[in-house]
């Protein structure tokens, strides 16, 4: 079962994470129906029926049932953890690290992508754009994904700052025309593609959420060093038991058999269980910028 969860708090949450220590939750009932969080990186109404297939498949595995829900970004999923709106949810490596700081959040899975559970950001334009370096960009409009995203946002601003061209977000607007966060991986991308925007800064992978001949226009100028790649996180609180088993489903999806389900997860090439220490670039990346302490 899916359905649409709307923002809870804007973009705040990332300034509170700076001030505030994880916020336990009080003990709570044995949960009866597990609710997942996702965001939309893709097309929304896709992503709904992909929701339909996956926690039906899900129910089934775990003889309970399991309810999905669409949020509005990274900052409501969280927001939606906190509150208990949601159980688990599936996030960029960013968002878990200031879920972990502010609410205690902890990771259970790392997706896999060409066999390895780390990916990168990039910086893309448009083939005929002339624009063939990141100084290139200066005045002009550039889409982000999400500003908590690390793939979508942070990493490739980061080049921006290691090539001496920006000191970080509160200087961007200084050197661009115009910074736009477009909601997701495809929507930045397709802004760019579209020539609504200039550059669309998103995972090495988005260029694929794009048509073939979309694919065949663009290219990219920039690449970040390496991200742990996107993770399956849950509430604090939530069972032990229950996170076992649904880790333990989830992993199931390695199999031949199930393979196919996960085009419904955001196509993955699998999962692993998730490595605390991964994030600890993360964590440090986050506490330069000023979003942990």
């Given amino acids: 079962m899916c359905a649409l969860i709307s923002r809870r708090v804007v973009l705040g949450l990332a300034a509170s994470t700076a001030l505030c220590a994880p916020v336990p939750l009080l003990a709570q009932a044995a949960?009866?129906?597990?609710r997942l969080a996702f965001i939309p990186q893709e097309n929304p109404e896709k992503l709904l029926g992909d929701i339909d297939a996956i926690t039906g498949w899900l129910s089934d595995k775990l003889g309970l049932p399991v309810q999905g829900y669409v949020t509005f970004d990274h900052a409501a999923a969280v927001e939606a953890l906190r509150n208990g709106d949601a159980d688990i949810s599936f996030m960029g490596?960013?968002?878990?690290?200031?879920?972990?700081?502010?609410?205690?959040?902890?990771?259970?899975?790392?997706?896999?992508?060409?066999?390895?559970?780390?990916y990168t950001g990039r910086v893309f334009v448009r083939r005929d754009?002339?624009?063939?370096?990141?100084?290139?960009?200066r005045d002009r409009d550039i889409a982000f994904a999400d500003p908590i995203s690390e793939s979508g946002y942070?990493?490739?601003l980061d080049e921006f700052v290691r090539a001496g061209l920006?000191?970080?977000?509160?200087?961007?607007?200084?050197?661009?025309?115009?910074?736009?966060?477009?909601?997701?991986?495809?929507?930045?991308?397709?802004?760019m593609a579209e020539g609504l925007v200039d550059a669309?800064?998103?995972?090495?992978?988005?260029?694929?959420?794009?048509?073939?001949?979309?694919?065949?226009?663009?290219?990219?100028?920039?690449?970040?060093?390496?991200?742990p790649s996107h993770v399956v996180i849950s509430r604090p609180g939530l069972e032990d038991d229950l996170k076992q088993r649904?880790?333990?489903?989830?992993?199931?999806?390695?199999?031949?058999?199930?393979?196919?389900?996960?085009?419904?997860?955001y196509g993955p090439d699998g999962y692993v269980v998730a490595d605390p220490a991964a994030f600890d670039g993360v964590r440090q990346i986050a506490g330069e910028y000023g979003l942990t302490k």
Wanted: proline share 7%; charged share 15%.
């Fill in 31 to 34: 949960t009866d129906t597990l």
């Fill in 93 to 118: 490596a960013l968002p878990f690290v200031l879920a972990e700081a502010e609410i205690g959040a902890e990771p259970l899975l790392s997706e896999l992508y060409r066999g390895a559970p780390f």
């Fill in 129 to 137: 754009s002339g624009i063939e370096t990141l100084a290139d960009l």
């Fill in 154 to 156: 942070l990493y490739p």
């Fill in 166 to 191: 920006v000191d970080g977000p509160k200087t961007a607007e200084d050197f661009f025309g115009q910074v736009y966060f477009a909601g997701g991986y495809q929507q930045a991308m397709q802004a």
């Fill in 200 to 227: 669309a800064g998103a995972s090495q992978y988005a260029d694929l959420l794009l048509s073939p001949i979309q694919q065949a226009e663009v290219t990219w100028i920039a690449e970040s060093p390496q991200i």
């Fill in 246 to 265: 649904f880790t333990e489903a989830m992993l199931t999806l390695n199999e031949p058999e199930n393979r196919d389900m996960l085009a419904y997860v």
